[in-house]
């Protein structure tokens, strides 16, 4: 009977692939395309999706062998992959890599003041292969939880967005996590003359715009961490 890994060493040699070859597609090892063809190991969620776009096939027909190569039904949608169920026990992918969380911490030396530092235990999973798409050294990626409802409709409380804050460059326009003495926030920034920035809100009715010159921004210690390249959480 045809198995998962047998549909996929018949892909890619159909593709005229040998193992090296396509794990260079997949920025794996050959290590481990060997592991799946000879099912040591079973792809799942969205290394499966990338082995199926690789190969030219779908993942349906590499879980099941009788489905079509091609959907026939127009769709204004765009299916990624199964959805993975993980836990922190889980083993990382040979792609995967943790992505750890900001978040502010009250500092001893006490007056309230806090600063933002990167947490111990709280982590999000990434596929290597999705952060190079988005021009991001997983080095550089970090997660923030958005507080409030300031950046509503777009981020509601509660959400989830990672930075890369290999990328600090101000585009008009674009969000960015801030670091404003201490707070960590994320808002729209805008370029003002002379060095200084506007902070935008989505929810500007309830949340105006904030400006500072170049020297607010340096007497409040106003730095931009990174810009946001990913966002999500539950509507």
Same mark, same amino acid.
């Given at each position: 009977?045809?198995?998962?890994?047998?549909?996929?060493?018949?892909?890619?040699? !159909?593709?005229?692939?040998?193992? &090296?070859?396509?794990?260079?597609?997949?920025?794996? &090892?050959? !290590?481990?395309? *060997?592991?799946?063809?000879?099912?040591?190991?079973?792809?799942?969620?969205?290394?499966?999706?990338?082995?199926?776009?690789?190969?030219?096939?779908?993942?349906? %027909?590499?879980?099941?062998?009788?489905?079509?190569?091609?959907?026939?039904?127009?769709?204004?949608?765009? =299916?990624?992959?199964?959805?993975?169920?993980?836990?922190?026990?889980?083993?990382?992918?040979?792609?995967?890599?943790?992505?750890?969380?900001?978040?502010?911490?009250?500092?001893?030396?006490?007056?309230?003041?806090?600063?933002? *530092?990167?947490?111990?235990?709280?982590?999000?999973?990434? $596929?290597?292969?999705?952060?190079?798409?988005?021009?991001?050294?997983?080095?550089?990626?970090?997660?923030?939880?958005?507080? $409030?409802?300031? =950046?509503?409709?777009?981020?509601?409380?509660?959400?989830?967005?990672?930075?890369?804050?290999?990328?600090?460059?101000?585009?008009?326009?674009? =969000?960015?996590?801030?670091?404003?003495?201490? !707070?960590?926030?994320?808002?729209?920034?805008?370029?003002?003359?002379?060095? $200084?920035?506007?902070?935008? &809100? %989505?929810?500007?009715?309830?949340?105006?715009?904030?400006?500072?010159?170049? *020297? *607010?921004?340096?007497? !409040?210690?106003?730095?931009?961490?990174?810009?946001? %390249?990913?966002?999500?959480?539950?509507?």
């Amino acid at each position: 009977m045809s198995t998962l890994g047998k549909r996929i060493a018949r892909k890619r040699e !159909q593709a005229g692939l040998n193992q &090296s070859e396509l794990a260079r597609r997949l920025s794996v &090892s050959p !290590q481990a395309v *060997q592991k799946w063809e000879s099912e040591v190991s079973v792809p799942r969620g969205r290394r499966l999706d990338e082995i199926a776009l690789a190969l030219s096939t779908t993942v349906g %027909f590499l879980v099941t062998g009788d489905a079509p190569a091609r959907p026939t039904i127009d769709s204004n949608a765009e =299916m990624l992959g199964p959805i993975d169920v993980w836990d922190d026990s889980t083993p990382l992918e040979d792609d995967e890599v943790y992505v750890p969380f900001l978040k502010e911490v009250e500092l001893s030396a006490g007056c309230g003041r806090t600063a933002v *530092q990167e947490s111990s235990n709280r982590k999000l999973r990434f $596929g290597r292969i999705s952060l190079r798409n988005k021009g991001v050294d997983p080095g550089s990626a970090k997660c923030v939880t958005v507080a $409030g409802n300031s =950046m509503e409709p777009v981020l509601r409380n509660g959400s989830t967005v990672a930075v890369d804050t290999g990328n600090t460059r101000v585009l008009d326009g674009d =969000m960015y996590a801030i670091d404003h003495a201490g !707070q960590l926030r994320v808002k729209q920034l805008y370029r003002l003359p002379g060095g $200084g920035l506007r902070l935008r &809100s %989505f929810n500007r009715d309830e949340h105006p715009d904030e400006e500072y010159t170049a *020297q *607010q921004v340096q007497d !409040q210690e106003l730095v931009v961490l990174g810009r946001v %390249f990913w966002s999500g959480g539950f509507h």
